[in-house]
């Protein structure tokens, strides 16, 4: 297991956490104090891996590709992650085929939590649809920043509406809902 910590200029520091290829979890960019001066003794830091824009730093022991592609995603690039092998031994088969229905969501377009469930082959399970949403260990992975509420944006957890409009809005999604 490799934990990857990576800056995303203008977003943050986000963190995968990898098995080999496969993603067990990632979390989002967000603003990180670079120094916490109560931080608890004998815990390694884990580096930040800071990319200029086109790096050709990849393989071996350098820059898991995941973190240039999420890194390019980020700076507004046209990026798929569809490919991305993800732990799902975790997930019933209705949240299985959720991940299927919120990796099929194209970029740039949105649906209801209730179309996610229909998707997923349970119509009449939009808050179920909501709950995984809500729990997402794969960030831009499953979007489910592309998941919407009924009547609006909906909430994007601790990191706010604001920063599920702005992804939306990188991927070119209509976000006057």
């Known amino acids: 297991m490799?934990?990857?910590?990576?800056?995303?200029?203008g977003w943050g520091v986000g963190e995968l956490v990898l098995?080999?290829?496969?993603?067990?979890?990632?979390?989002?960019?967000?603003?990180?104090?670079?120094f916490t001066p109560n931080a608890p003794q004998g815990i390694p830091e884990i580096p930040v891996i800071r990319l200029a824009r086109n790096s050709s730093r990849v393989g071996g022991n350098s820059v898991p590709e995941l973190v240039l592609r999420l890194c390019d995603y980020f700076a507004g690039g046209p990026?798929?992650?569809?490919?991305?092998?993800?732990?799902?031994?975790?997930?019933?088969?209705?949240?299985?085929?959720?991940?299927?229905?919120?990796?099929?969501?194209?970029r740039g377009e949105t649906v209801t939590y209730g179309e996610l469930a229909a998707l997923a082959g349970r119509p009449n399970a939009p808050r179920a649809a909501g709950s995984f949403c809500a729990h997402n260990r794969f960030g831009v992975v499953v979007p489910c920043h592309r998941v919407v509420a009924s009547g609006g944006l909906g909430s994007?957890?601790?990191?706010g509406?604001?920063?599920?409009?702005?992804?939306?809005?990188l991927e070119g999604a209509d976000v006057a809902l």
Do not use: I, N
Request: glycine share 4%; with cysteine; proline share 6%.
């Open 19 to 34: 098995d080999g290829s496969r993603l067990l979890y990632h979390e989002l960019p967000a603003p990180r104090l670079e």
């Open 161 to 169: 509406r604001a920063y599920k409009q702005r992804m939306l809005e």
């Open 79 to 106: 990026v798929s992650f569809e490919d991305v092998q993800l732990d799902l031994e975790w997930c019933t088969p209705f949240q299985r085929a959720l991940v299927v229905a919120a990796r099929s969501v194209p």
């Open 156 to 159: 994007y957890g601790s990191l």
């Open 2 to 9: 490799e934990v990857v910590r990576y800056e995303a200029a």
